[in-house]
Each structure stands twice: as structure tokens, then as C-alpha cells.
């Protein structure tokens, strides 16, 4: 029964992983955050550390290898909301 719990996290955590790379790749396409909540990514990134945290405790693997690559993905997206909003007006 451990075999197949660790394989229903790792897909659990492989579909919620996938969910993110949309929004990461439109961020990116379009070099803006318009739209995203700073507070929001904030909070999820937040979150997603005591995932890991947890993940760790119980040693979960699945927890803890999905949520850290969720985390350096919604980093990514406060990164690029950052650097793109707070961009000069180009008038």
C-alpha cells in the first residue's frame, strides 16, 4: 500500500505542478503581472514552505519534491511581477 500511496502523491503533486506553468508562461510571454495579486503569491508561496515543512516532518517525498518546485515556480512569478510592473512608463 506505501508504493502506491507515494505514486498517487507524486501524480497529485505532478498535476498541481502543471497547473502553475500556464500561468508562468503567460507572465512571462506578455512581461507583465497585471492581474496578479502580490499578497496572493505571497501567501501561496508562504504556504507552499510549510508544505515542505510538513513534507519533511513526515517525510513525504511527494510533498516535499512537488511543493518545492511549486514554490520556485509562484517565486518566479512574484520575480516577474516585480520586475515587469514596477517597469518605466514608455511614453
Known amino acids: 500500500m506505501g508504493e502506491l500511496t ?25 512581461k507583465s503581472g497585471e492581474g496578479l495579486s502580490f499578497r496572493m503569491l505571497l501567501a501561496l508561496a508562504i ?6 515543512t510538513y513534507g519533511i516532518m513526515i517525510k513525504s517525498l511527494p510533498l516535499i519534491a512537488t511543493n518545492a518546485v511549486v514554490v520556485l515556480l509562484i517565486l518566479s512569478l512574484i520575480g516577474m511581477k516585480l520586475k515587469f510592473d514596477h517597469a518605466p512608463t514608455k511614453d
Do not use: D
Request: aromatic letters at 12%.
Open 6 to 30: 507515494t505514486i498517487v502523491g507524486f501524480v497529485a503533486g505532478l498535476v498541481t505542478t502543471a497547473a502553475n506553468l500556464p500561468q508562468v508562461w503567460k507572465t512571462y510571454r506578455k
Open 47 to 52: 504556504g507552499l514552505g510549510l508544505w515542505i
